[in-house]
């Protein structure tokens, strides 16, 4: 090789080459087993091989120009010509001739090497690949293999090298593909995901395709490349999670990798079968990779949840200071219910397409958020109520109370997925549900009050307060019909029974009597008034049909004018209520003003006898009389026995 050098000697010779005619046609038919492959005549067998030297230069100038088998074929002469002068040499000690010859096969060794891997490395990213360079490649690799334990033969490990240069491949791949910014582009992230796998499986089906082929079964190329592009985009990713990633962007990159990566748009391809083996479709990310990415997630939605929470208040506010009336479909109708599912539902069904069964969590995280919302409105709006005009403020109470009602309705199609923080919830709701229907009440309460008192004043029994408390429950009754079930129901039965109540216990804190002048007027004002307030209260649809009774005895005792008719009359009252006491009765009885004391005493013995024997209807576990109150007495027979 004249002032040129080569590398160590060839110790094993030509009967160490292995043969590659079993994937390579051109050979399939030469039996000449034992000699190189590089060696033997080029294609078609009319090439002889290298007989004469090359200069150093000659042979790095065949390397660069990546005439790669005539450059190796030289290489190998010149090597087992440095081996052949070697063994001449014997034990004397080599001249300086020879030490350069082998210094200068040791750089054309290792620029042999680096070609060959840039070969390698490029060959997933040129379009078309030369096949044909590749052929050569991955030959001389297997050649040298061979020889990988001959003095000279190099200290790296060529199957090793050949990797590497895969994965440096797979890695400019990777970088290829475009990356914006999100200023560039919003959806950045999930559009860079999205060319990425494209990328990826296009590559693999290039592999599978056409490099594949190029190479010995030995290689186990195509999986060669799917654990590159494994450790390549693992690295990839965690270097796109140090930007500044948002929740869009968390979830984006969550469902590639638990979803879309295995899925048939990527690793799964029905055009990478059967190569793909499913125990190689998964991206192996470190747990504690994974988990940040999760975690980030989670918290990125309970702020979303948060503000969505935050929005709907901010809305329904501004809607009662502009003092817009709720929309009515069947009931007063308030966007916040519909606002809230819809953002349960929008993330759930983003987090179902990551199928990896992370619905519970998101529950939990909406959950815990729906419960601090459900405070702060009840917080909140409490001042609001205050404020509003009637029936203004009646109309959004009742419109909340609805969205309520529908948010404990839709989320039992969650309480499988986690019951006891849904029960949680739920409880909550009722509690917030109740809140605003007792505001509501109490407001009726204290508007029909005066008018309850004004109704039984001097020896009359005045219609006009009782067209007034009439008009009250007209118009909450009105009010009611755009109220949801079930709490409509429960609603109307309270306002039914206060009402009740409240016209019974006028008879027994009133200061005067009927008398006789004016009693026959007075029972039938009493009988056609009670008539009137269970006719309305029926209209209604009240489940407390079981109070009228009341009425109707206490009239009936009222109007009765002996003791033993009384007697009668009280039978029934008891087997109804057996909670009416000797002070219900007494005041009742004063209110009548036609009996004296000592006929007084005797039906109030008879109302003990009746207690000591009880015979009891169906509403015997209802209370009624015990939730009256009554004025104080102080004749001895009203405080005796009961």
């Given at each position: ?279 190689i479709m998964v991206l192996p ?51 916040m219910h519909h606002d809230i ?204 049909n079981w109070v009228y009774p ?93």
């Amino acid at each position: 090789m004249g002032n040129s050098s080569s590398n160590a000697g060839d110790t094993k010779g030509d009967s160490s080459n292995i043969d590659l005619t079993k994937f390579q046609k051109v050979h399939k038919n030469d039996n000449r087993e034992n000699e190189p492959l590089l060696l033997r005549a080029g294609e078609g067998n009319t090439c002889p091989a290298e007989s004469s030297s090359l200069s150093a230069m000659e042979i790095h100038d065949l390397i660069q120009s990546t005439r790669l088998e005539k450059a190796y074929r030289s290489f190998i002469f010149e090597r087992q010509e440095l081996k052949r002068q070697l063994e001449e040499n014997g034990s004397k000690t080599p001249s300086m001739h020879l030490k350069n010859k082998e210094k200068d096969l040791n750089l054309l060794y290792k620029a042999l090497r680096d070609k060959m891997m840039s070969v390698v490395r490029d060959s997933n990213n040129e379009q078309p690949c030369d096949t044909e360079l590749l052929v050569k490649v991955a030959q001389i690799i297997q050649e040298e293999e061979k020889r990988e334990k001959d003095p000279g033969s190099g200290e790296w490990s060529w199957r090793d090298s050949w990797k590497e240069a895969v994965r440096d491949g797979v890695k400019a791949k990777i970088q290829s593909v475009t990356l914006d910014t999100k200023e560039q582009n919003r959806a950045w992230l999930a559009v860079h995901l999205g060319q990425l796998g494209k990328a990826v499986v296009e590559d693999l089906e290039n592999v599978k395709n056409n490099l594949k082929k190029c190479y010995h079964p030995s290689f186990n190329v195509f999986n060669t490349y799917v654990d590159s592009y494994h450790q390549a985009i693992a690295q990839h990713l965690k270097e796109i999670y140090q930007k500044e990633i948002e929740t869009k962007d968390s979830y984006a990159l969550l469902k590639w990798i638990l979803n879309d990566y295995k899925s048939e748009e990527l690793m799964g391809s029905p055009t990478l079968q059967p190569d793909m083996c499913d125990n190689i479709m998964v991206l192996p990310l470190e747990d504690d990779f994974l988990n940040q990415i999760k975690e980030k997630y989670w918290q990125q939605l309970k702020e979303v949840f948060m503000n969505i929470f935050r929005g709907i208040i901010n809305t329904e506010q501004n809607n009662m200071i502009e003092k817009k009336e709720p929309e009515i479909l069947d009931w007063y109708h308030s966007e916040m219910h519909h606002d809230i599912c819809k953002a349960l539902d929008e993330y759930m069904t983003r987090i179902q397409e990551m199928n990896a069964n992370l619905e519970g969590k998101l529950l939990c995280i909406f959950l815990d958020e729906l419960q601090c919302f459900a405070e702060r409105f009840g917080n909140d709006f409490e001042q609001w109520y205050t404020d509003m005009s009637e029936p203004l403020c009646a109309q959004y109470q009742i419109a909340h109370i609805n969205s309520f009602i529908s948010i404990q309705e839709y989320l039992e199609k969650h309480r499988a997925t986690s019951a006891e923080q849904v029960e949680k919830v739920v409880q909550k709701m009722d509690a917030e549900v109740n809140k605003l229907g007792q505001t509501l009440m109490e407001k009726f309460k204290e508007k029909t009050e005066p008018n309850f008192k004004n109704l039984m004043r001097g020896r009359w029994i005045s219609d006009e307060p009782f067209r007034e408390i009439m008009n009250d429950i007209e118009v909450l009754s009105e009010l009611c019909q755009h109220m949801r079930p079930p709490y409509k129901q429960k609603f109307v039965d309270e306002m039914h029974y206060f009402v009740a109540k409240q016209y019974i216990s006028q008879m027994m804190t009133s200061r005067w009597s009927c008398g006789r002048r004016d009693h026959e007027r007075i029972v039938f004002t009493l009988r056609r008034q009670w008539g009137v307030l269970y006719e309305n209260f029926e209209n209604m649809s009240s489940s407390m049909n079981w109070v009228y009774p009341a009425g109707e005895h206490l009239v009936d005792i009222i109007e009765k004018k002996k003791s033993e008719d009384i007697k009668i009359v009280l039978q029934s009252l008891v087997k109804d209520y057996p909670d009416i006491s000797r002070k219900h009765l007494r005041a009742v009885l004063d209110f009548s003003g036609k009996l004296n004391c000592l006929q007084k005493w005797a039906i109030l013995n008879h109302l003990d006898n009746l207690h000591q024997n009880p015979v009891h209807a169906e509403s015997q576990n209802q209370k009624f009389f015990s939730e009256i109150p009554i004025k104080k007495i102080h004749c001895f027979c009203c405080v005796s026995g009961h």
